[in-house]
Nanobody
Framework: QVRLVESGGGLVQAGGSLRLSCAAS????????MGWYRQAPGKQRELVAT???????NYADSVKGRFTISRDNAENTVYLQMNSLKPEDTAVYFC????????????WGQGTQVTVAS
């Protein structure tokens, strides 16, 4: 099993920045890709960014050029640097991990709220 704990959310003005962190514990040596998803009220959860163990990244079009995902394999932590935030970025952000030992069963954190005020 893998446990994911997010931190770093909060309230920020439009144009501001936040940095989210997600610390993994448990069977971390089995972790393949990690990523960030978000869910706004009344909407489905959507991909924000992912990163593999080899640090290959993928971003949603809506955040390209503004958000940067990074990963510290030694610390089993993934980060999401969010710049030039917009009110439409307001959502609960969830950390996700794909674990080789549990194919097809992603692990999720509890989520952290990001609110961008206009």
């Amino acid at each position: 099993q893998v446990r994911l704990v997010e931190s770093g959310g909060g309230l920020v003005q439009a144009g501001g920045s936040l940095r989210l962190s997600c610390a993994a514990s448990g069977s971390t040596f089995n972790i393949l890709a990690m990523g960030w998803y978000r869910q706004a009220p009344g909407k489905q959860r959507e991909l924000v960014a992912t990163i593999t163990g080899g640090r290959i990244t993928n971003y949603a079009d809506s955040v390209k050029g503004r958000f940067t995902i990074s990963r510290d394999n030694a610390e089993n932590t993934v980060y999401l640097q969010m710049n030039s935030l917009k009110p439409e970025d307001t959502a609960v952000y969830f950390c996700n991990a794909q674990v080789s030992r549990y194919p097809g069963t992603p692990f999720w954190g509890q989520g952290t709220q990001v609110t961008v005020a206009s």
